[in-house]
């Protein structure tokens, strides 16, 4: 910029959770082309939701909401579910992927 102009700069913060979909659909190809979100856990209603694709928030689904209020608001949404171990989540795929990126 010219002296005296200002730089505006948007960060996304979302963008590290959509990380969570590229992963996913590095091994479920068909979810590319659809609307879904992450869920962690799955004992009380059915997990939460830890990353929302756009698509998906202008239909309403945000993160931090349960999944089975994700499905009652659209019941065609795809849920992909973070794997567990021993009773917690799994990120040891989406910590390994992180290096290649």
Same mark, same amino acid.
């Given at each position: 910029?010219?002296?005296? $102009? ?5 960060? %996304?913060? %979302?963008?590290?959770? @959509? @990380? @969570? @979909?590229?992963?996913? $659909? $590095?091994? &479920? ?9 992450? /869920? $962690?856990?799955? =004992?009380?209603?059915? #997990?939460? /939701? ?9 239909? #309403? /689904?945000?993160? &931090?909401?349960?999944?089975? %209020? ?9 849920? =992909? ?5 021993? #009773?917690? =989540? ?7 992927? =992180?290096?290649?990126?």
């Amino acid at each position: 910029p010219l002296p005296g $102009q200002r730089t505006i700069a948007l960060v %996304d913060m %979302d963008c590290f959770l @959509f @990380f @969570f @979909f590229q992963v996913e $659909q $590095q091994q &479920n190809p068909h979810l590319r082309t659809k609307t879904c979100a992450v /869920v $962690q856990y799955k =004992s009380w209603k059915s #997990g939460g /939701v830890i990353a929302v694709r756009y698509e998906a928030c202008v239909l #309403g /689904v945000t993160r &931090n909401m349960w999944a089975d %209020d994700a499905k009652k608001l659209r019941p065609d949404r795809l849920l =992909s579910r973070v794997r567990a171990s021993c #009773g917690k =989540s799994d990120l040891t795929e989406y910590q390994e992927a =992180s290096y290649v990126f």
